[in-house]
């Protein structure tokens, strides 16, 4: 059983030094850059894409190709993170 049933999930992540790399602003940046990488690679796919189609096929081969590059990005992000452990 639990230790203290009235603990709610936020503050299991409040309290969790896991989460307390780069001083706490880890939780932030991980939020904040993860979809910021992810567009960037939508944009650089797109643009790359479009110049060998044309412009609904470009869109599609990006979109997939960033569906794609998800799990490694996701990695990378668990992987810096237990890095800077």
Do not use: C
Request: without cysteine; neutral net charge.
């Amino acid at each position: 059983m639990d230790k203290n049933p009235h603990e709610s999930i936020v503050d299991k992540v409040v309290n969790n030094p896991a989460y307390e790399l780069l001083g706490g602003y880890q939780l932030f940046l991980r939020r904040v850059t993860i979809p910021i990488i992810l567009v960037l690679i939508l944009l650089l796919s797109y643009t790359l894409f479009s110049n060998l189609t044309n412009s609904d096929n470009a869109t599609i081969l990006a979109f997939g190709f960033t569906g794609l590059l998800l799990g490694p990005v996701l990695n990378l992000d668990r992987l810096l993170a237990q890095w800077l452990k």
